[in-house]
């Protein structure tokens, strides 16, 4: 039909049919088959600087990038998503094996979603520094560290399809960074991310968990943070610092920060998630023995965030009965029920 | 709300309600302020190849990544937009000043829309090849290119914003090649996208221009191409090889072909459309006087497509009155009237 000869009401008992009269409204209501009424949607650059040749030429970099969707009738607060090490905004997006991933699912919980690339990564890859990019082969170290299975094994039980086509698809979500990691400089774009678009809260994942305390400890329009996997700079008060814990895949640092920044974290709810496959004593496999060290600086952390009147939580999926999950558990097959558990801490918190 | 719980027949009405409801009705129903009605949208890799290092890790690469809406009762063929030279599929989206891109555009007009990262671009960065990536400030030049102005005055009547806000869009707009810009590795991706989505309608722009003749040729399922200020890459059969032509930027020299896969370019329609401020005769600013050439060219190429039995045609945007476009007609301030002669032309040609 050409929808530009219908009016406004037609369109609307246009849509309304298309809603009831097809046989798709007889799924449930966040079906994937059912459509997503988006009222916005859009895509910006957001925070950076600008530097200056010489020759009076310019350049604009470092900024994140955004790409947003409003469901109709959104809920309070919006969902910023933010990937981690050497991924980018597809984290969110449909699984490696064609399902709905966090974007899709909390669109149709009426969230309104803000997917990021994080400075001199994927989309935003414009740079004041420059890189070089390397094309070293090394994805069964990622099929190893991302816990899928220890390479060619894919775990008993693991949440990940079998398939090739989605193993293919996974290694492809991968996209390198055009110039250094910048936790500052993130961090601050994320900032600013909260300065325009107000009161919100932030999923992590992964390298983005540390990035995202610096940027909630530089914003509080950051309302809450869920962290799925948080892998490194794990912020404590100088003067508190636990030691260092060693692992096959080296030692984990935590970091010092001034006790009032750090008091600045004990203000917003927090949950961490890790999934599965995560070693209760030390082995001699890096992928899996990493997370055993960084699973416990996370309980070290949450207590020290509770000891100082904050609330912080980390949920251990199998300790719940939840097993199989990845480093993705927000894109492993049981996604709608990680999702319905990050569901149930926003609204327990009444952030929903 | 909480809309899990509600029945399909409840969220059909609030549906309803919010678009009936809302004030947002009374506008057109093309209008940004109605909502987009997306029966499903995501992202996947499509196309590239895989090396093995001597260790046996393997790298997935040089992929293209496609990220994909479908309204509810599409149209008959989607539309795929492939971006130029140093941009992404931000092209399509928001505009530099925030108005509605093309994406939003052509969904309102009930049209699939595939939007294109290139391989070794934006978020199809992982290649099979590494790069460096320089940070050499060189804006000034872009907009002087891409037919802005002349910095750092705008021309006289430009569709473009005057903001200070939608200058620094348009440059961080711009992302860095991964690696090597490879033609028929290119090609190859986006007939890969083709074989995967069936038949559907080929939008380029600038550089993409080039390269999409190249898929074409390989793909019968690129039903009509409608491009955008191509700039290089004009491919003639053998032998009918008009000379290069020069100007301010440089010579601007015809690819040889076979004639027989010159051929397959004339069973499709072609509208190739141009914008404003390109010189009749030859100037000494570069970044106008190339595109005085690439015109000239692109006329060429249409007679000989043409006088080949083809169906291509040229639209000098001036010449049918519409003027102040840049190098970005489809993101001007005029987009709206620019997609409505995108409209008008598949209408015509019975794409839609």
Redesign the interface.
Known sequence: ????R????I??A???A???ASPL??????D?T????????????IG?SV???P???????D?A?V?YQVP??PRKLPLVMWHGFGQ???TW??TAD?R?GYQ?LFL???FATYLI?QPRR????????????????????WFNTFRVGVWPDYFPGVQFSRSRDAL??Y??????D??PIDAKLASDAVSALFDKIGPAILVTHSHSGGMGWLAAMKNPRIRAIVSYEPGSGFVFPEGELPPAMASAAGALEPVGIPPAEFMKLTKIPIIIYYGDFIPKAPMANPGQDGWRVRLAMAKRWAETINRHGGDAKVVHLPEIGIRGNTHFPFSDLNNVQVADLM?GFL?EKHL?
Chains 1, 2 share one sequence.
């Open positions: 039909m050409n929808i530009k219908h009016s406004p009401r369109l609307a246009l849509v309304c298309a809603l009831s409204t007889h799924a449930a209501p966040g994937a059912n459509p997503l009424v988006i009222q916005e949607q859009g895509s910006f650059a950076g530097i200056q040749g020759d009076g030429q310019t350049l604009h970099g900024h990038r790409f109709v009738n980018f905004s597809k997006e449909t064609g709905e899709n149709r919980r009426q690339d994927g989309a935003a890859g414009r740079g004041t520094v420059g890189g070089t990019v390397s094309a070293t082969p090394d994805e069964q170290r293919d698809q290694f492809r979500a991968m996209t390198p055009t110039g569901s609204a929903d």
